[in-house]
């Protein structure tokens, strides 16, 4: 029977994650026939989301107490910043997104609490809970991508293949790796209070990930526009 912490938490994630599965948003996505303006809303909303997510890496190099760690978390970090994003970026293009659009795009309100969660959560406790608070992101998405990848057509559909390669790739599964090692080495010790927390946390982030998706699929903005 394993001891580590991220197998305790896959029993709490995986309901959760294998919704994800069915929504209609990843669904959509997988099977080839997601409508191109919700893509499009998904990417722009995840790239002010990612730049967000990158606050959190640099918080997390910055409370790490070895080398070893800030070096991991400096590498997850520059992965986003370099591989993921620039994705996005390449999406926009085809897409019609100019630059400056993407640049300009406000959170929204799921994307806006999502991301303050988070960095509320990472601020106030120690390094770990700033990996707790990028785990789910991370895992779920290689979660999703090596799922995705499986299905008749994901990877070579024109509009969306891309997306489920990036995903799937073994460069992404390494960041969501790293994170789980993280997660593992951090949690060796605490007491059932702290990991109880920690795995809040992880469910709650979890989540919030379904709410990410769900927003997407609705083009969700602000309830009240101006």
Known sequence: MSNLFTDRLWKRVEPIWNSYLFHPFVKGLGEGWLEKDK???YMKQDYVYLIEYCRLFALGSAKAQDLKTMTTFAKLLHGTLDMEMDLHRQYAAQFGISHDELEATE???TTTAYTSYMLNVAQLGGIENVVASVLACAW???FIGKELATWPGAIEHDLYGEWVKMYSSDEFTELAEDCKNLMNEIAVGKPERELAELEAIVVKTSYFEYMFWDMA????EWPVKQ
């Open 39 to 41: 893509f499009k809303h």
């Open 107 to 109: 959170a929204g309100a």
């Open 140 to 142: 779920s998405y290689s």
């Open 217 to 220: 699929e609705k083009k969700e």
